[in-house]
């Protein structure tokens, strides 16, 4: 990807529309830092509502243009295409996506190897039939229903997997029919540029997925744009509220994704090694920096302090470090704000009286003295009412709180305003799915923990959202439904004398 300017090593950015890179009307723009070494490497603008404007004008004159032309069969070879560009690039992608919020390579290597698979299934689901031949309760009629595109899709996306929250957009939206302009986060806006470009280079027409960046502005002016129809983010719950109520004034359609503090359960009969190292990944992968962090530890009471103590010794194990070395097992804090807000609330925690028995402070790195690495940090005696127990931290903080029985776990599990995910361990098979269907979250693990694919929903109950990415659902979530009556008899007989 070839900046618009390089100014002493700091490369300069515009906006992707109509498949070509192109300066922003403003001259403001946001400096983007690599969280492991403080370096302003890329700059980005911070797109005004002419910017957003001509985005929409573009994204709305492709759909009504030639990509309304594209057959189903010829979106699915696209994807094809499209995910095969991404998977010859996968290094380049995950290298930039680590610079932008340093997620370890290893996991980002990963992470860019299974962005293809995504297009691969909606390739496949853009050609199945989606609408219905339906049965009534009239005579010479024949009903089907077709599903259409929505038309404009504002994808609108944080900054802790910028790229993979993108694919679970884009996979759907573009099978369906729609076309796509990204808003990726302020802090990670660098990897979905290069994925627009990617798009362009595997054949997508000019203006069916434009990228535009910013700050809050360009997304709230995405939110309320007449020429959008369809707002699918991903993101905190207090955006997404914001969100919601703005795309309500003009009745758009919104999927939310939003936040979580989801309670990993663990029960004296779980087979305590696998469960130990599902707490750890649950809540220490992506330095905890997941929606889906298993940030709640609720631990049966009569095994509590062999779990603490089994759970110190790992937490205190994990390598913190330079997220391009293959041997780190936790990277940065991808931004200066999360880093003082995650120290903060370890003050708040320890101020509350939980107990802090592992980490609690900065990590030093030899050689990243600028670094924004912290601790992986462990609480024990926890409240469920404490606000380390009710709050989002989106940080390496494991809160572990102790149950007494199966009735106990499950209160204190759904007392919360989120209800993302869950996780359950305990070999007793009836227990496990008994608690499992209690729990209160769009996903529940048993005896794992943090996964996610193309071919099954992901999506919150209560405050962690509205509707479902991933799964052959999705696909609906990007269309309208229309319902088409077809007469079959012999004509329309005059409505007052329908005898005559
Ligand atoms: P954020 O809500 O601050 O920002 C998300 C995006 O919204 C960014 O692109 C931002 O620029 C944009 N934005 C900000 N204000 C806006 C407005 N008024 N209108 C429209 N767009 C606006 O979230 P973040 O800090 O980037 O990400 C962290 C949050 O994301 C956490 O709460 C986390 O739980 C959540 N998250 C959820 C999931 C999920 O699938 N449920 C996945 C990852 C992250």
């Known amino acids: 990807m070839t900046p618009l ?85 996968a290094d380049e992608i995950a290298q930039l996506q680590v610079d932008e919020n340093g997620k370890l390579i290893r996991e980002m290597a990963g992470q860019a190897r299974l962005m293809p698979e995504y297009f691969n299934y909606y390739a496949g689901l853009a050609q199945m039939p989606t609408g219905n031949t339906n049965p009534l309760h009239l005579k010479d009629i024949f009903n089907y229903t077709v599903r259409e595109p929505l038309g404009v899709v504002a994808a609108i996306t944080p900054w802790n997997s910028p790229l993979l929250l993108l694919v679970w957009k884009l996979g759907p939206a573009l099978a369906a029919g729609n076309t796509v302009i990204a808003k990726p986060s302020e802090i990670t806006p660098v990897s979905t540029l290069r994925i627009a470009e990617l798009a362009a280079e595997a054949g997508l027409p000019p203006g069916v997925f434009n990228a535009i960046t910013g700050l809050g502005g360009p997304g709230a002016a995405l939110t309320t744009h007449p020429g959008v129809d369809k707002i699918a983010f991903t993101g905190s719950t207090a955006t997404g509220q914001a969100i919601a109520s703005a795309a309500g004034k003009s009745l758009k359609s919104v999927s939310l994704e939003l936040g979580g503090k989801s309670p990993n359960i663990v029960f004296d009969d779980a087979d305590l090694d696998s469960a130990m190292n599902g707490l750890i990944a649950g809540i220490f992968g992506a330095s905890g920096q997941t929606c889906m962090a298993g940030s709640r530890i609720l631990v049966q009471d009569n095994i509590y302090d062999e779990v603490v103590e089994e759970l110190v010794i790992r937490t205190e194990r994990i390598k913190v470090g330079n997220p391009q070395d293959d041997t780190s097992e936790m990277g940065t804090i991808a931004s200066k704000a999360q880093y003082d807000k995650v120290l903060h609330y370890i003050e708040v925690a320890k101020n509350e009286g939980a107990k802090l028995v592992a980490g609690g402070s900065p990590a030093r790195v030899e050689g990243f003295e600028d670094g924004l690495f912290i601790r992986p940090t462990v609480f024990a005696n926890v409240r469920n009412d404490m606000r380390i127990a009710q709050e989002e931290v989106f940080g390496p903080i494991a809160a572990v709180i102790p149950f007494t029985d199966e009735a106990d776990a499950i209160r204190i599990a759904n007392d919360t305003e989120f209800g993302l995910a869950a996780g359950v361990w305990s070999q007793n098979i009836q227990r496990a799915h008994r608690v499992g269907a209690q729990l209160k979250a769009g996903t529940v693990w048993i005896n794992n923990y943090r996964k996610t694919g193309y071919a099954t929903p992901f999506g919150g109950y209560k405050q962690s959202g509205v509707g479902r990415e991933n799964g052959p659902n999705a696909l609906l979530e990007y269309t309208e439904e229309k319902s088409v009556w077809v007469d079959t008899g012999q004509g329309v007989k005059d409505p007052f004398n329908p005898r005559a």
């Open 5 to 89: 300017e390089t100014e002493s090593g700091v490369r300069r950015y515009g906006l992707f529309i109509d498949n070509e890179f192109i300066p922003a009307s403003t001259e403001t723009y946001i400096d983007v830092t690599n969280p492991a070494t403080g370096e302003v490497w890329a700059q980005v603008p911070d797109a005004s509502e002419a910017d957003v404007d001509r985005a929409v004008a573009s994204a709305r004159k492709a759909f009504e243009g030639d990509w309304a032309g594209w057959r189903a069969a010829d979106r699915a070879k696209f994807l094809i295409r499209f995910g095969q560009a991404i998977a010859d690039n």
